[in-house]
């Protein structure tokens, strides 16, 4: 893994927004990526060996890569971090973090529970933002609706996302994301993010 040795402009922010599959990451960040168009934030796009799905947009819901291109990646250590979840490799290009930091803009991360503990390990300075659901029974039905896995695979991310609530202690901030309120969950991420580049102006965040 390459070494944190690289040096952010004061103040900018890596800041990860995570969550259970199917709490509404990707929604948010649509949200706040329309909010904030100018480039004072960067939404960095996840690279993923899994398939893409009818809705998702190449190069903005993801980096869609074959299993190949993604360990090579990996190995060059191209990605800031690496995790295999449900199946398939996500991971955070390096090279789009530094670009942002190192022009001042905060970068904000997708990332899952497994990401977001590697990236604290590496980045201690990161702020982590978990996305929660109102209840379990509630996710089940949105994992349940969107109709894209498979009843194994349905059961399996109902299951994992039970054990990934249990570490929202891990988090500097926990959200809930409520059903029909998704500009709302958005506006209090928005606040987080505003604050905390507030309160710590001269931070420099190595990458």
């Known amino acids: 893994m390459t070494p944190a040795h690289r040096l952010g402009e004061p103040g900018a922010l890596l800041a990860i927004i995570s969550g259970p599959s199917g709490v509404g990451k990707d929604t948010i960040i649509e949200v706040l990526r329309a909010r904030h168009p100018d480039p004072s934030r960067r939404f960095v796009v996840t ?14 819901s993801y980096n869609f890569v074959g299993a190949e291109a993604f360990a090579a990646l990996r190995d060059q250590g191209a990605l800031l971090e690496a995790s295999e979840v449900h199946g398939n490799w996500y991971g955070t290009p390096r090279d789009q973090v530094v670009e942002a930091l190192t022009a001042g803009h905060d970068a904000i991360l997708k990332i899952d529970v497994q990401g977001a503990r590697a990236i604290r390990q590496r980045v201690p300075d990161a702020l982590l933002i978990f996305l929660v659901p109102p209840s379990l029974v509630e996710l ?19 299951e ?3 054990v990934e609530l249990a570490r929202q202690d891990d988090y500097d901030h926990v959200v809930v994301n409520a059903t029909g309120d ?3 969950t958005a506006e209090r991420i928005d606040t987080i993010l505003k604050t905390e580049r507030g309160l710590h102006p001269d931070r420099r965040v190595a990458v």
């Open 160 to 162: 994992d996302a039970a």
């Open 47 to 60: 690279c993923t060996t899994r398939e893409r799905r009818p809705y998702e947009i190449e190069g903005q």
């Open 140 to 158: 089940y039905e949105r994992l349940a609706a969107r109709r894209t896995e498979s009843p194994e695979e349905l059961r399996r991310r109902y």
């Open 182 to 184: 998704v500009e709302g």
